[in-house]
């Protein structure tokens, strides 16, 4: 699976940003996809998910209620919105695949696809 994410750049605090994961190689209806960041010195944190059958968690002290994850099977992609943005929400983002939902899927570990990452950055 290649997965190519999209739909990065510079925002003003308030505003909206959607990124979009584009997958070839293999369909997407079979794998857990998800969106971690990695803001500049800090460590992969987890977004959020949304498992196959269509369940959705949220890193929720970090973007609950602002980002919503969806994803179109037919078209093989994963759509990040991103509302509300915040200057701490300036990050790469990444796109990510894993064969298997896990109780860990806040790990970065647990994925076996990513993404090149598209940057997100947020203007105060």
């Known amino acids: 699976v290649q997965l190519q994410a999209s739909g990065g750049g510079l925002v003003q605090a308030g505003g909206s940003l959607r990124l979009s994961c584009a997958a070839s190689?293999?369909?997407?209806?079979?794998?857990?996809m998800g969106w971690f960041r990695q803001a500049p010195g800090k460590e992969r944190e987890f977004v959020a998910l949304?498992?196959?059958?269509?369940?959705?968690?949220y890193n929720e002290d970090s973007v609950k209620g602002r980002f919503t994850i969806s994803r179109d099977n037919a078209k093989n992609t994963v759509d990040l919105q991103m509302d509300s943005l915040k200057p701490e929400d300036t990050a790469v983002y990444y796109c990510?695949?894993?064969?298997?939902?896990?109780?860990?899927?806040?790990?970065?570990?647990?994925?076996?696809?990513w993404g090149q990452g598209t940057l997100v950055t947020v203007s105060s």
């Open positions: 949304i498992t196959r059958s269509g369940g959705i968690v």
């Open positions: 990510v695949a894993g064969r298997h939902y896990s109780t860990t899927y806040y790990r970065a570990n647990g994925y076996d696809y």
């Open positions: 190689g293999r369909t997407l209806s079979t794998y857990v």
